[in-house]
């Protein structure tokens, strides 16, 4: 398949199931609105059937797509974050924060950095949080405090019940 810069290769079934959705949701929309109306649907539908447009397929994944990318902050778990989600073309945030969008992550909340770490024992790559501000070192999924950080050395102590 050849493809380009400006075109996102999608696979024909997911796309011919995608449009067969959004037909059928707009049928329903269309029986919807003509039922309420008291009128039959066939001319409805007719009538919203001629203006169509074009839409553009974007990959996410390009990093200069962050454009399309929700600037709001939402809180995401525990954490509040930028939200990231996609948008409308032309438009800053999604329809979650369309309306009240939060532009700055609220100013009384603590600051934390995510730190990674190799685990020696698991050899896994791990993430904890650490608070600049008190060198304190959180769980990324609790939040609960499990170790100190130590600014000087650059070392990362773990409480050792945290260590399970
Ligand atoms: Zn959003």
Known sequence: MESNTSQLPVPSFIWDSLMATMKAQSRRLVDDIAKTL??????????????????????????????????????????????????????????????????????????????KYYDEETGDVKLVYLNPATNEVFSTETLDLVGEWNHQEKTLALFETSLN
Do not use: A
């Open 38 to 115: 008291g009128q039959e649907p066939g001319p409805l539908w007719k009538e919203v059937s001629k203006q169509q447009f074009g839409v553009y397929l974007v990959d996410m994944n390009e990093p200069t797509n962050e454009v399309f990318q929700c600037q709001s902050y939402c809180v995401c778990g525990q954490v509040e974050r930028p939200c990231k989600k996609p948008v409308v073309f032309g438009k800053k945030y999604c329809s979650e924060h369309l309306q009240k969008p939060q532009i700055r992550p609220t100013i009384t909340l603590q600051k934390l950095r995510l730190i």
